[in-house]
C-alpha cells in the first residue's frame, strides 16, 4: 500500500524553539497533504491542508504564522512549529492522499497517515 | 452540529463476536467514506472504504453505507483482542477537499 514516512519520529525541545517536522509520501506523488494534531484521548484535528507549489490554506483559529507549511515537492511537506510552547506538545500526524488507480481498483481521495511526531515541549 | 457522529464508547465485546460501529453524517453531498483503526499511541490506519449503498466486505470487517438515512457502518467479525483500538469514521466533503473525521470509538475485545 501508500507508505507515509515522517521524521522525526518524537522531540523533545526547550520552550521558545523552533522544531520542523518531514513528511515523505515515499512511493506515490501527493498534490495534496493534510496536517493533523492530536490530544491525549481526543480526535484528529486538522490544522491545514497543504498543496504542492501554494500556499497551505489553514483551518480556523490555527495560526499560519506560527505552523509553517512548506509543499516544496509532490513527495514532500513540512510543518515548522516556531516559538514552540508547552501547550503546543501534541501528536502531530501528516496524511497523503493518494489515488488507487494503479491497484486496479477505483477508490480516490484515500488519505494515508504517517506515523505520526510526538512533540514535547518543556 | 458535528459533521461526522460516532458514539463515542468504549464498546466491549467479547472474543469470537460481531462488534458493530456506527456513524452518521450530515453532508449530504458526501460520496466517499472511511473506516480507520487507530491504536493508542499510533496513527490513523485505513481499513476500508466505502463509496455506494449497500455493503462491502474485506475478511472480517464488512462496511455498509445507507446514503438516504447518511449512515455508515462497520462490522468486525470473529473480534480478535487485537482488533481493540480506536476507530474513525470519516467522510470525504461536498466538492471531495476535505476528509472530515468523527471523535471516534473505542472498541475492547474482550479474550
Known amino acids: 500500500g501508500a507508505v507515509v514516512s515522517q521524521h522525526p519520529s518524537w522531540v523533545i525541545c526547550k520552550s521558545g524553539t523552533s522544531v520542523k517536522i518531514e513528511c515523505r509520501s515515499l512511493d506515490f506523488q501527493a498534490t495534496t497533504m493534510f496536517w493533523y494534531r492530536q490530544f491525549p484521548k481526543q480526535s484528529l484535528m486538522l490544522m491545514a491542508t497543504?498543496?504542492?507549489?501554494?500556499?497551505?490554506?489553514?483551518e480556523q483559529g490555527v495560526e499560519k504564522d506560527k505552523f509553517l507549511i512548506n509543499h516544496a515537492s509532490l513527495t514532500l511537506s513540512t510543518l515548522t512549529v516556531t516559538s514552540a510552547h508547552p501547550e503546543d506538545s501534541s501528536f502531530y500526524i501528516c496524511?497523503?492522499?493518494?489515488?488507487?488507480?494503479?491497484?486496479?481498483?477505483?477508490?480516490?481521495?484515500?488519505?494515508?497517515f504517517g506515523p505520526g511526531t510526538r512533540l514535547t515541549v518543556l | 452540529q458535528k459533521e461526522v457522529e460516532q458514539n463515542s464508547g468504549p464498546l466491549s465485546v467479547p472474543e469470537g463476536a460481531i462488534a458493530s460501529l456506527n456513524c452518521t453524517y450530515s453532508d449530504r453531498g458526501s460520496q466517499s467514506f472511511f473506516w480507520y483503526r487507530q491504536y493508542s499511541g499510533k496513527s490513523p490506519e485505513l481499513i476500508m472504504s466505502?463509496?455506494?449503498?449497500g455493503d462491502k466486505e474485506d475478511g472480517r470487517f464488512t462496511a455498509q453505507l445507507n446514503k438516504a438515512s447518511q449512515y455508515v457502518s462497520l462490522l468486525i467479525r470473529d473480534s480478535q483482542p487485537s482488533d481493540s483500538a480506536t476507530y474513525l469514521c470519516?467522510?470525504?466533503?461536498?466538492?471531495?477537499?476535505?476528509?472530515?473525521f468523527g471523535a471516534g470509538t473505542r472498541l475492547f475485545v474482550k479474550a
Open positions: 497543504s498543496n504542492e507549489g501554494s500556499k497551505a490554506t489553514y
Open positions: 496524511s497523503a492522499e493518494g489515488w488507487q488507480g494503479a491497484k486496479g481498483t477505483s477508490s480516490y481521495n484515500e488519505q494515508f
Open positions: 470519516a467522510g470525504l466533503n461536498t466538492g471531495g477537499f476535505k476528509t472530515i
Open positions: 466505502i463509496y455506494s449503498n
